[in-house]
């Protein structure tokens, strides 16, 4: 027996709303279809299946009546991604010019997929990419294409099975609706299309910092760190990654955020803004510090209270590292 295809949506939005505005944007989405999932901070999905019979649209039109209401209701424009499952939603999303919607359908995953670069799979970063070029694997067919036990023998067997299963267009999970995760966000709108590395280092640092102060001055610690950049032509990219222990202090998540940024390899990218988000947060109170033999770990945290102190005495900006100094 065939099971009925399912219609998953992915729209990114093209402004970063704050925490009150994105809950009242998965609100109105629930308008259309109880099944919305929160992908913070700036996109979310859902499940158009069960909505298409009451809406008495086709797939493609009901994307576009989200899209409106997103536009009428609080002025934001999005791009959207229409296919099988959420993967395949995420990155036709991904591929989308502002305001446009690419839809892969029923059928199409294939030959969609084949052309692709192997880096727009979910989970291929450098490292993977780097190890799949060396052998002349640089798109997405080239991976369908190679023996199971060949990508095996490249990636180990857990790693091989995952990015054959995503290059054949393959994603079980289904949309679940959640409440957006609690979460810190600072963002830096450049006044002009920044090129320089340089100035792209010091600026996700300096989120990072603020993130850093935010976190100790409410008591609460972060468990995983989210930059976002956002480019001259409006596209953007995320990276996540979980820190190796949930905490407040700045230099470790500026040693996140900057990882994360060295991971996309900018280079002379034009950028227009950055976003650097904080999740997973608890109370400070449930931090467990992972013991260290080095006496410098305490200095360091002992400095950066002091300067914490001095900031609520004389302002956020009488303390600042050193590699933010005008």
């Not at 158009?48 to 934001?76: E, M």
């Not at 694997?137 to 023998?153: E, Y």
Request: net charge positive.
């Amino acid at each position: 027996m065939s099971t009925r295809q399912r219609h998953i949506a992915h729209l990114h939005l093209h402004a970063v709303p704050n925490e009150e505005q994105y809950a009242q944007i998965i609100e109105l989405m629930s308008g259309i279809t109880p099944h919305v999932q929160a992908v913070p901070p700036d996109a979310f999905q859902l499940d158009l299946t069960s909505a298409l019979r009451y809406f008495d649209l086709s797939p493609y039109d009901l994307v576009q009546t989200v899209l409106l209401r997103l536009k009428a209701h609080h002025g934001i424009d999005g791009s959207a991604g229409l296919a099988g499952n959420r993967m395949l939603a995420a990155m036709a999303a991904d591929a989308s010019g502002p305001g446009e919607t690419t839809w892969v359908r029923e059928g199409q995953a294939a030959a969609w997929l084949y052309p692709r670069p192997v880096t727009a799979l979910p989970g291929v970063g450098r490292v993977t990419a780097d190890t799949l070029g060396r052998y002349g694997l640089h798109t997405i067919g080239q991976v369908t294409d190679l023996p199971a036990a060949t990508l095996q023998r490249l990636l180990g067997t857990g790693s091989a099975r995952l990015l054959a299963e995503r290059a054949r267009g393959h994603d079980p999970r289904p949309v679940t609706p959640s409440e957006p995760a609690a979460q810190l966000a600072a963002d830096l709108v450049l006044d002009r299309d920044c090129l320089d590395p340089d100035r792209h280092h010091r600026a996700v640092l300096g989120l990072a910092d603020r993130i850093g102060q935010r976190l100790r001055g409410d008591g609460l610690i972060a468990g995983r760190l989210t930059l976002t950049v956002r480019y001259a032509d409006r596209s953007s990219t995320t990276r996540t990654c979980a820190l190796p222990e949930p905490t407040a202090h700045s230099p470790a998540l500026a040693a996140a955020a900057l990882g994360l940024l060295n991971g996309l390899g900018l280079q002379r990218a034009r950028v227009r803004a950055f976003v650097v988000r904080a999740d997973g947060l608890l109370p400070a109170e449930r931090a467990h510090r992972q013991l260290s033999l080095d006496p410098g770990a305490d200095r360091a945290r002992a400095v950066e209270s002091a300067a914490d102190r001095a900031r609520r005495r004389f302002g956020p900006q009488a303390v600042r590292p050193a590699a933010l100094a005008d």
